[in-house]
């Protein structure tokens, strides 16, 4: 009677000389690619700004935060700058695409618009001048974009959005929400856009948020809970620092699942000295 052999077990050499080339592939795979990680990382501390403005009775914060798994870097920017007529200009923004490509990418669209801010008082006109010159460039990526311009002695306010998430303020006296601002097309996709602009005035004590999808949206959260959720956390803390407004936001991102990078960016107003 004929039995069929059983197949010889591995033995420990076998075993060692499969891990070893299985480690020394990895290595060769693994190396080149956390290269590229930690030069995107490089690039999004050096493009992000050192330092916020501040002004009697404004405070502004800011915190940034890669990806949990540390893969997906350089899509996520804020911005905040004086004009030359002295006011403040407040921008968020989040590039399609991770790594490399969109930090440099990233990195461009904030001195792009920075050098437009200071010649367009428009925030409408900043990004549409924004969008055409990135079209210029042939890049294949895209953004999108808000973009704020405070003026801190009268505090009105002027917006324009480029199909980015929403914002969301609270102030000391209880009320708070999301805006629904009207928007254009994110940046980078087709020339001569049109970008509304909404006004308003921060005269109350309170708080306003720019944020990027990364704090909102996830596998866990959908962007709708995840919205009216840091709205809530800002309303309960409303009277915190713009500093610490900016961490306990950042922090609720985890709930998430922050499978994206993310951002904030906070401006914490007083309320404003009646005439």
């Not at 039995?3 to 060769?28: C, F, G, I, K, V």
């Not at 916020?52 to 996520?76: E, H, K, N, S």
């Not at 399609?96 to 200071?118: C, K």
């Amino acid at each position: 009677m004929n039995r069929r052999r059983t197949p010889r077990s591995a033995s420990a050499e076998d075993l060692l000389s499969t891990l070893q080339h299985l480690t020394a592939r990895a290595r060769q795979e693994v190396g080149p690619h956390q290269a590229r990680v930690e030069l995107a990382q490089a690039l999004q501390r050096k493009m992000l700004p050192a330092a916020l403005p501040v002004f009697p009775g404004l405070q502004t914060a800011a915190r940034y935060a890669p990806a949990r798994d540390g893969l997906d870097i350089g899509g996520d920017w804020y911005d905040a700058f004086l004009l030359p007529d002295g006011a403040l200009a407040l921008a968020v923004g989040d590039v399609q695409g991770h790594d490399v490509e969109a930090a440099a990418f990233m990195g461009q669209i904030r001195v792009a618009m920075r050098a437009i801010a200071s010649t367009a008082a428009d925030p409408g006109e900043v990004m549409g001048r924004t969008n055409d010159l990135l079209l210029s460039m042939d890049s294949t990526l895209f953004a999108t974009c808000s973009f704020f311009r405070l003026d801190p002695r009268t505090r009105e306010c002027e917006s324009a959005r480029a199909g980015h998430v929403a914002c969301v303020w609270a102030t000391a006296d209880g009320r708070s929400g999301v805006t629904a601002d009207d928007g254009g097309l994110p940046l980078g996709i087709e020339a001569r856009q049109h970008y509304p602009v909404t006004r308003r005035t921060l005269t109350d004590d309170g708080a306003f948020v720019l944020l990027t999808d990364g704090v909102v949206e996830g596998p866990s959260l959908t962007i709708g809970d995840g919205l009216d959720r840091v709205r809530r956390l800002l309303s309960a803390h409303v009277g915190d620092s713009a500093e610490e407004l900016a961490d306990r936001l950042l922090e609720a991102a985890v709930f998430t699942g922050h499978e994206d990078d993310a951002a904030v960016l906070v401006l914490r107003h007083d309320a404003f000295p009646s005439a």
